[in-house]
């Protein structure tokens, strides 16, 4: 059994003296664990570093088994991102994050390559959170349980749509959601393609994807939100940036 193809390093656990096991996102055969032998020497550490883009051929001698990973790097800024505790901290979180939500071994392209955009971005302070709250929506939508925020599920009109139903993931505009707004979610502009991000939008964002994710995905399967993803939201805090 074998397979090769890009990937993104999601984490890197050590494994005996010398190996690591990697687990890796790739867009044809999703998360994806495998053994990669000499893996604390000098010239593969730099290269298994979370976030890093690397070629990756896996082979086992059965489909079920972990299997081995041969390893060459393709973009590596990972190095780069160690530098900002801020991007580290979005890095670690976006990480973690399909770590918890993706089923091992399937396919999710979308969400491969919205995390390829997500980390050309991770320069750019002013650009990269909405784009990771974009992803976390991106990984709603493409494990089923994506958000409508195309028109009100009241009226159906496509205008002045402001928060999302908690309970049915559906639009609402803003004359249907005053009456009940304590008990819905804000709606940032920028989810709907607005192009803006107004002051504490992101923050609006990070609650929005959150909910949803925990309780649609992650609750179901006894699992919570990651402290990575907490840790990301104290850091752009510390920023100014919600």
Not at 21 to 48: F, N
Not at 193 to 222: C, H, M, N
Request: glycine fraction near 10%.
């Amino acid at each position: 059994m074998e397979w090769s193809d890009s990937g993104i390093i999601l984490a890197v656990r050590p494994h005996g003296e010398t190996s690591a096991i990697i687990e890796v996102l790739t867009p044809g055969q999703g998360r994806h664990a495998g053994l990669v032998k000499g893996a604390r020497s000098r010239a593969l550490r730099p290269i298994l570093q979370p976030g890093n883009e690397i070629r990756v051929a896996w082979r086992a001698r059965l489909a079920e088994h972990l299997g081995q990973f041969q390893v060459e790097p393709d973009s590596l800024g990972a190095g780069i991102v160690m530098e900002d505790r801020t991007a580290l901290a979005g890095l670690n979180a976006a990480c973690a994050m399909a770590i918890l939500a993706l089923p091992e071994r399937e396919q999710h392209e979308a969400v491969y390559d919205g995390f390829r955009v997500f980390l050309t971005a991770l320069e750019d302070i002013d650009i990269w959170p909405a784009l990771y709250v974009r992803w976390e929506a991106g990984l709603l939508s493409d494990l089923g349980y994506g958000l409508d925020w195309e028109k009100c599920a009241v009226t159906g009109t496509t205008e002045d749509l402001t928060h999302i139903s908690p309970r049915t993931g559906r639009a609402v505009c803003a004359e249907e959601a005053a009456p009940y707004a304590p008990k819905l979610l804000e709606l940032p502009g920028f989810l709907q393609g607005s192009g803006q991000i107004a002051e504490g939008d992101i923050a609006k964002g990070l609650e929005l994807t959150g909910y949803f994710l925990e309780r649609r995905v992650l609750w179901p399967v006894d699992k919570q939100l990651p402290d990575a993803r907490e840790r990301l939201i104290s850091a752009l805090e510390r920023e100014g940036r919600l």
